[in-house]
């Protein structure tokens, strides 16, 4: 990937990260700014996120156990050791992530994750 095209996904994917991050309640949209939607666009341009994380091109998956689709929401509900899965998110590189108990920073962190698999999936 050339500069270009690597600046032109970086664009593509902050353009859409920006985009979901206004549909989070305003309490935790406060916790995410755009420094943090900037690094997370970068490093996922770069696919070292979804490498690193576990991420396959042919399964998109995450270390397990992380997610599951809730039938009744279509959100992704977190299970399992949370903190491993924030030690794990935080290893690989993936901005937003580290370990922590706060509810809040859990729940921003839930979001950042399900817009990592939403832009999987219209990338």
Request: aromatic share 8%; net charge positive; charged share 25%.
């Amino acid at each position: 990937m050339d500069n270009d095209q690597f600046e032109k996904r970086v664009r593509f994917l902050l353009h859409h990260l920006k985009k979901m991050s206004r549909e989070m309640p305003s309490d935790l949209r406060q916790r995410v700014p755009y420094e943090l939607l900037s690094s997370l666009a970068a490093n996922l341009a770069q696919a070292t996120v979804l490498a690193e994380a576990g991420f396959r091109d042919s399964a998109p998956e995450l270390p397990k156990p992380v997610s599951n689709t809730d039938k009744t929401t279509g959100k992704y509900v977190w299970f399992g050791q949370v903190s491993d899965q924030q030690g794990t998110l935080e290893k690989a590189g993936v901005p937003g992530f580290f370990v922590s108990s706060k509810p809040v920073e859990i729940r921003v962190q839930m979001h950042l994750l399900e817009f990592i698999l939403k832009l999987r999936s219209i990338s």
